[in-house]
């Protein structure tokens, strides 16, 4: 899981080639969407905690994996 700055000053969430926007946050945990959500139409999903340490859980993409998107 890597936390990168996109152009527009917000973060974005690389995991194993997928990349998500941060969309949600409530008193536990972040929501963060596919970024391929509109080109795409991918609805995948994932949750981190506040501190952006631990990943809860990730939904399935409807898209291949970017090679070059966070690795870990």
């Not at 973060?11 to 990349?19: A, F, V």
Request: one cysteine or more; hydrophobic letters at 30%.
């Amino acid at each position: 899981m890597e936390i990168i700055n996109n152009n527009k000053g917000g973060q974005k969430l690389c995991h194993y080639g997928y990349c998500y926007t941060k969309k949600a946050k409530s008193a536990v945990s972040q929501r963060w969407e596919c970024d391929q959500r509109g080109s795409q139409k991918c609805r995948a999903i994932a949750t981190t905690d506040l501190e952006l340490t631990v990943l809860k859980s990730v939904t399935e993409h409807i898209h291949a994996a970017d090679m070059f998107k966070g690795k870990t």
